[in-house]
C-alpha cells in the first residue's frame, strides 16, 4: 500500500513537536517518515516552507521563550530543557528568532499577574489571609 507522502512527513512534524527536548536529529525525522534523509528534507522544505532542522530549532525556542516567562530557571537550565546542548548557540539563535537576548526577553517578560491562568479575582480571594465565615469541607458550624 503506497501512502501519499504527506503522511508521514506530518509524523516526523508530529515527532518534532512531541521530542522537542531530545537529541533529535533530521535523520531520526526522515525515519520516521520512512524516507531518507535527504529526500525527506526536500519533502519537508516544499511541503512546510522550512528545513526540518530550522522547524525543530523554532519549536525550541518557542518552548525556551515559554519557560523564561514562566520559570525562574537559569538560561542554561532553559537551553538544556529545550533540548539543546550549547549555550552560546542558543543565545545566539535565541536573538536572530526574537531579536533581543533571553536575559533580555526574560527582564521585558510580562508580569506574573498576566500570564496567570486563573481569573484575577479567583486569585485574590485564594491569596487572601483571613478568617472565613464558611467551612470549606461543607459542613456547616451550628449557630
Given at each position: 500500500m503506497n501512502r501519499h507522502?504527506?503522511?508521514?512527513?506530518?509524523?516526523?512534524?508530529?515527532?518534532?513537536?512531541?521530542?522537542?527536548?531530545?537529541?533529535l536529529t533530521v535523520a531520526?525525522?526522515?525515519?520516521?517518515?520512512?524516507?531518507?534523509?535527504?529526500?525527506?528534507?526536500?519533502?519537508?522544505r516544499k511541503a512546510f516552507g522550512e528545513s526540518p532542522h530550522q522547524y525543530l530549532l523554532t519549536r525550541r525556542l518557542e518552548?525556551?521563550?515559554?519557560?523564561?516567562?514562566?520559570?525562574d530557571w537559569s538560561i542554561a537550565k532553559v537551553c538544556h530543557a529545550v533540548g539543546l546542548g550549547s549555550v552560546g548557540s542558543f543565545t545566539t539563535s535565541f536573538g536572530q528568532i526574537h531579536g533581543m537576548t533571553p536575559t533580555e526577553y526574560r527582564r521585558r517578560g510580562p508580569t506574573p499577574e498576566?500570564?496567570?491562568?486563573?481569573?484575577?479575582?479567583?486569585a485574590m480571594?485564594?491569596?487572601?489571609?483571613?478568617s472565613r465565615t464558611f467551612r470549606e469541607d461543607g459542613s456547616a458550624a451550628e449557630s
Open positions: 507522502p504527506s503522511r508521514h512527513l506530518l509524523r516526523a512534524k508530529d515527532l518534532a513537536d512531541r521530542n522537542f527536548d531530545l537529541p531520526d525525522m526522515a525515519e520516521a517518515a520512512a524516507l531518507s534523509p535527504a529526500h525527506f528534507s526536500r519533502e519537508f518552548r525556551a521563550a515559554a519557560l523564561l516567562w514562566r520559570t498576566q500570564i496567570i491562568a486563573i481569573p484575577r479575582c479567583v480571594a485564594y491569596g487572601r489571609p483571613g
